[in-house]
């Protein structure tokens, strides 16, 4: 009897959308791209022949070079550039996770505590998300980081303070439309308890949202941090990252080209894998599309 | 709710946002360790107090916080700390019909050409018009402008040998050319999917339905009924978009070597030169906050349920 139940049950939100997403041939490719470009930043740095920071005076700006080990060439002194490239990688993927994660955090109790008690102090506290929506955020990134030095922490978190607003948007509308749904009244009547509701119809339908915000938010910030390094106002020396890479090759590339193009294609890559993901778990997690 | 009281009530939110902005730019700035007149070569104690009176810093910080901020409502950045010689207002309005030019014409580029692919792609979904236009449009917001405007350069300046690699004598349309294309190409894309989007949506709708058993000419159900209808997320979107493209144009700015403003806030940010910073900011959130009120406003003369709530 109780196998036969289950059967009817059937699969739950969850594996319904990775059957989706798997069958999403982009999508899988992206999370492929992503996964070896990942274990290339871990494990690379260990197993290539240079470390990202030496200079190599015999070898300034050479194309790559598989003899001497400089597979995808080296930088206006010398340095690796292969090497490099990963360890911009890295800095991406821990921003990526970093603010992310801020931004996740602040935005789900922000908008949920906002759609929960409603009335007045939610209309108090979205008016606050407005008028920081029309900030431009971008510069008071940029005012931070002049005025307290570029320092890797304190990017992470401006980072992720700044994109927390969509995300408690999100939440607030989300927690807002499901406490009246129609599904949620059947649940009652047929007799579940609170926190059954809670944890099997409030909890999927409110991640799922914040899922798919979050997979479109980490392009977003690792855009923002390549942007600010390319401008100088990011990641220093002798660390590196994506966007100091491509304007260090900018400045070389009528003579060194690869300086540009490999930093500016891996770049390229994450992004592209990312929203591709995200797309992928957009259209899996949205049942409309059932 | 007419239009005249919509602009009204936007513009009373507007003008504490603005203070928000100028209290927290100053003390932003303030807070920074070191002053914009630390150098290599130490200053004798008196010519530095000399320098610090005469910019009003021996002051106590709020007294320097009203006298900033009573300047500012008379529209007065004051003097730039490191172009000596030149008020903020002075390198702003050097810099203004340079950036203007770059921004306008990506707003307009995105806007004409977003909507019109947008729209071609809608009509024929699914076919290989639209399969082309939905992965370029992918490609133009994945791919970063301060990563497509130097392989842009790469390609049309130093291989091709087409259009200048970087420059701006006077501001011709050769110069123009490659940084305008980076500067529009990640809204134009959005535009595109945007209006895709909402005119499959509108296509579908029972008056365009109507529109189509009157027997009107294709042209006419579109242009008339069709398209006012899906172009008002890409309106509602031209606030986010200018503010994108302002931000952006810092970056093409200094990619193509064009002297406007975006220029002088990136030296202004590596030389601590604050009055400059908060200048440019204060300006370009005005600017922004002014194109978001003019948006609204369309957008309410375009959407009668907006009026009428």
Known sequence: MTAAVEQIAGRSLWQDALRRLRRNRAAVMALAVIAVIALLSIVGPWAAPHPYDTLNYDYIAIAPNLAHGFFLG????????????????????????????????????????????????????????DVLYSLPFMFFVIILMVVFGR????????????????????????????????????????????????????????????????????????????FLSFLGLGVQEPLTSLGVLISEGADEMETAPWMLIFPA?????????????????????????? | MSIASLAIRR????????????????????AAPGGPF???????????????????????????????????????????????DFTVNELIATGFPTSLKLGGAAIILALALGVSLGTAAALRQNSLTDHVVMTAAMTGIAVPNFVMAPLMALIFGIYLKVLPVAGWEEGTIKDMVLPVIALTLPYTAYI????????????????????????????????????????????????????GIITGSVVIEQIFQAPGIGRYFVQGA?????????GVVIFYAALIMLFNLIVDLVYALLDPRVRYK
């Open chain 1, 151 to 226: 320092n890797i922490i304190l990017m992470f978190l401006a980072l992720g303070a700044v994109e927390w607003l969509t995300m408690a948007r999100i939440v607030r509308g989300q927690a807002m439309s499901l406490k009246n749904r129609e599904f949620i009244e059947a649940a009652v009547a047929a007799g579940a308890r609170t926190p059954t509701i809670i944890r099997r119809h409030i909890i999927p339908n409110l991640l799922g949202p914040v899922v798919v915000y979050v997979t479109l938010t980490i392009p977003q910030v690792i855009l923002v941090e390549s």
């Open chain 2, 270 to 278: 590596l030389n601590r030169d604050y009055t400059l910073v908060m």
């Open chain 2, 192 to 243: 595109a999917r945007l209006t895709r989007g909402s005119m499959i949506e509108v296509l579908h709708t029972n008056y365009v339905r109507t529109a189509r058993a009157k027997g009107l000419p294709e042209r006419r159900i579109i242009l008339r009924h069709a398209l006012p209808a899906a172009i008002l997320p890409v309106v509602s979107f031209l606030g986010p978009a200018t503010a």
């Open chain 1, 74 to 129: 080296t930088d206006a002194v010398g340095r690796d550039l292969f090497v490099r490239i990963l360890y911009g990688v890295r800095i991406s993927l821990m921003v990526a996770l970093a603010a992310t994660t801020v931004s996740l955090t602040i935005g789900i109790v922000y908008g949920a505590v906002a759609g929960y008690v409603g009335g007045r102090i939610d209309e108090a506290m979205m008016r606050f998300v």
């Open chain 2, 11 to 30: 513009l009373f939110t507007a003008v504490p946002t603005l203070f928000i902005i100028i209290t927290a730019a100053f003390f932003m700035m303030r």
């Open chain 2, 38 to 84: 630390d150098s290599e070569r130490a200053l004798l104690p008196e010519i530095e107090a000399n320098i610090k009176a005469a910019y009003d810093l021996d002051k106590p910080l709020v007294d320097q916080y009203f006298i900033y901020l009573k300047r500012v409502v008379r529209g007065d950045f004051g003097p730039s700390y490191k172009f000596k």
């Open chain 1, 265 to 290: 294609a891996t770049l390229a890559a994450l992004l592209f894998s990312f929203n591709f993901l995200g797309d992928g778990v957009r259209d899996a997690l949205d049942p409309k599309d059932r």
